[in-house]
């Protein structure tokens, strides 16, 4: 079992950048796909990136493509979340995923296939 910890939000005005952070503590992440997902009040949570164990492939929501970026240092056991240009419309919490997988090139989009979840740190975009 891994824990997962998020850190990294915070309040940014329209077409800042923020720098997220999923820490894993106790073991390394290498045998871990892993997503970001967020959550807007009154909104279901959603699918934001995710990346594969080895990290040479990536997936993203079309709401952010172009904007965010997902990286991960297995060493560390760390996966990042990289927010540029962001947007009124991304305030949320996010929440960093991890799922156990044997490929090291599969990525997972679905919200139910990950087991293991972080509690979130929130994201505020003033406009």
């Known amino acids: 079992q891994v824990q997962l910890v998020e850190s990294g939000g915070g309040l940014v005005q329209a077409g800042g950048s923020l720098r997220l952070s999923c820490a894993a503590s106790?073991?390394?992440?290498?045998?871990?796909?892993v997503g970001w997902f967020r959550q807007a009040p009154g909104k279901e949570r959603e699918f934001v990136a995710a990346i594969s164990r080895s990290g040479g492939n990536t997936a993203y929501a079309d709401s952010v493509k172009g904007r965010f970026t997902i990286s991960r240092e297995n060493a560390k056991t760390m996966v990042y979340l990289i927010m540029n240009s962001l947007k009124p419309e991304d305030t949320a919490v996010y929440y960093c995923?991890?799922?156990?997988?044997?490929?090291?090139?599969?990525?997972?989009?679905?919200?139910?296939?990950?087991?293991?979840w972080g509690q979130g740190t929130q994201v505020t975009v003033s406009s």
């Open positions: 106790g073991r390394s992440l290498s045998p871990y796909v």
């Open positions: 995923a991890a799922d156990v997988r044997t490929s090291a090139l599969a990525v997972e989009t679905r919200r139910s296939e990950y087991d293991y």
